[in-house]
């Protein structure tokens, strides 16, 4: 059936407001989009950045007395309204709209990311099956595709790898089938782990392959040839040690999920222990590759 979709424009200060009065005025949902393209990066803890030009939509049964709900939202908003519109938006399949639009990625000469629905475009490369879902990573962010391009690149036939904050799993479902021994893909959300331990499935990978674990329970003595870390810059140093420990002398690490005003922090912190390689840019977001010293 068709929907009645209400957007106004407004600001930080009144988005939690105005979501309220869309609610009170019958709105089986309200979402928020960025007017601006302004980027929001790496949250303190426990805080819910908004754009300063923020577009809340209201989504209403098509049947709606659109007066009735305008006067609702205005009285409890106490205040003018601010800029906005009604439209009727016509009923579609969206799961089916979406997924007309993820289409499967290549990433370096080997790899591809093949949603469950297309076939591999090349089926005798590398196909991740993968698709979105409960946790962060599908291989279309700036970020992860460095990395993929990275693992894709690396020898890793008979090695072990660590995954730092795996996310959906798909650096570490990516190495295995690239040919590492075994990846132990590490995340503090319980949630990526679920996740990660599903794709592998669904990528005939044994359990015996991969080992997940949270933060708290990974072995004191842990190491491995490669370590990954597409992250953040703020955790990335924070973490500086306990990462520097986990790759073995002589082994590899490639970090990510660092802007490129961020890359002299990390070059600070880890330069101590690794040599690092000329620096790899998509974007605004940065690679950086070092070998332990």
């Excluded at 754009?51 to 205040?79: C, M, P, Y």
């Excluded at 599908?138 to 904050?165: E, N």
């Excluded at 669904?202 to 991969?210: A, E, G, L, W």
Aim: aromatic share 8%; with cysteine.
């Amino acid at each position: 059936m068709p929907w009645l979709q209400i957007r106004l424009e407004s600001n930080p200060e009144h988005c939690a407001q105005l979501e309220d009065a869309l609610l009170s005025a019958g709105a089986v949902a309200v979402t928020m989009e960025d007017l601006a393209d302004q980027p929001l990066y790496e949250p303190p803890p426990g805080e819910t950045p908004l754009w300063q030009h923020t577009r809340l939509s209201g989504l209403f049964d098509a049947d709606s007395d659109t007066d009735q709900i305008l006067q609702v939202i205005t009285n409890e908003f106490k205040a003018p309204l601010p800029s906005y519109r009604c439209e009727i938006l016509e009923d579609k399949d969206w799961e089916r709209e979406w997924m007309v639009n993820y289409h499967p990625m290549q990433f370096g000469e080997r790899l591809w990311i093949c949603p469950s629905w297309t076939p591999p475009p090349e089926p005798d490369a590398v196909n991740i099956m993968l698709d979105p879902g409960l946790a962060f990573g599908t291989g279309t962010h700036p970020t992860t595709a460095l990395c993929l391009r990275w693992l894709d690149s690396q020898a890793l036939k008979g090695a072990s790898l660590i995954d730092y904050g795996c996310g959906s799993g798909i650096l570490a479902i990516a190495a295995l089938l690239l040919g590492a021994e075994h990846v132990y893909a590490i995340d503090n959300d319980p949630q990526a782990l679920t996740a990660t331990l599903d794709n592998a499935s669904r990528n005939n990978i044994s359990n015996d392959k991969i080992t997940v674990l949270l933060p708290e329970q990974v072995p004191v003595d842990l190491s491995a040839d490669f370590v990954v870390a597409n992250i953040l810059a703020g955790p990335l140093v924070s973490l500086q040690q306990i990462i520097t420990e986990l790759v073995i002398k002589g082994g590899s690490l490639c970090m990510s999920g660092i802007l490129d005003t961020q890359v002299d922090q990390l070059l600070k912190a880890y330069s101590p222990h690794f040599d690092f390689k000329p620096i790899t840019q998509d974007e605004e977001w940065i690679r950086l590759l070092a070998s332990k010293h």
